[in-house]
């Protein structure tokens, strides 16, 4: 257990509102990813985090925004919802030193947007 | 695009019986991971392969990779109920600059 909490857990919204996603270590692992998985799609990544301040798009970063201004949390902004963006999202860390090497994930938030 | 495929997408089988579910890649990779998801909890890691490994081995896995055949097999023997999950393969390759690049999955049910 790498010490991975998500907040919220699950979230109802409207189109067009603000909603910021929350993923928090225990542990001061340097790499940090946001991604969102979909029926059909596997795991996409959406942004990804490897130290404070530093952070690079994913694959579908379209719509999103992240910080992380502390090592122990990493934040998933969508700045204007969209039925689109209603997915399960997951973040997940990365404990060894290498990017290249296990992940361990979060809970997961269920995001509807209406 | 998806790097990894899984097949088959979905299998069901009774318990006791071994699973096997394969994955299939485009490009050469550094290594290649498992992962296990219980329906709506987060992955699990199961085993990571390296590019220089062709078998490894954790508990009732076993995981093979063919790199001239861009493809890898996960066997999970002797199943048991509690293996009833969703299986993911995710490949590490350079050209997506070292990320996860994950397959859609296979679903597997054990019945009992």
């Known amino acids: 257990d790498a010490g991975i909490t998500q907040s919220p857990r699950h979230k109802v919204t409207e189109t067009g509102t603000p909603v910021t996603l929350r993923c928090h270590q225990t542990?001061?692992?340097?790499?940090m990813y946001w991604y969102r998985q979909d029926p059909g799609h596997g795991l996409r990544l959406i942004h990804y985090s490897y130290g404070v301040k530093d952070t690079d798009k994913g694959e579908v970063s379209d719509g999103y925004s992240v910080s992380r201004s502390k090592t122990e949390d990493f934040l998933l902004t969508l700045e204007s919802a969209t039925s689109s963006q209603t997915s399960v999202y997951f973040c997940a860390i990365s404990v060894a030193a290498s990017v290249t090497d296990t992940q361990y994930f979060g809970p997961g938030t269920r995001l509807t947007v209406l | 695009s998806q790097q990894g495929e899984e097949d088959p997408q979905a299998l069901s089988i009774q318990e006791g019986e071994n699973a096997t579910m394969n994955c299939s890649y485009k490009?050469?990779?550094?290594?290649l991971q498992w992962y296990r998801q219980n329906s709506g909890r987060g992955l699990v890691h199961l085993i990571l392969i390296r590019s220089n490994e062709r078998e490894k081995h954790s508990g009732r896995l076993r995981v093979t990779l063919d790199t001239s055949k861009k493809s890898s097999s996960l066997l999970i023997t002797a199943s048991r109920a509690a293996d009833t999950a969703s299986y993911f393969c995710a490949t590490v390759y350079q050209r997506s600059n070292y990320q996860l690049i994950w397959g859609a999955g296979t679903k597997l049910i054990i019945k009992p």
């Open positions: 542990e001061n692992h340097r790499y």
């Open positions: 490009t050469s990779i550094n290594n």
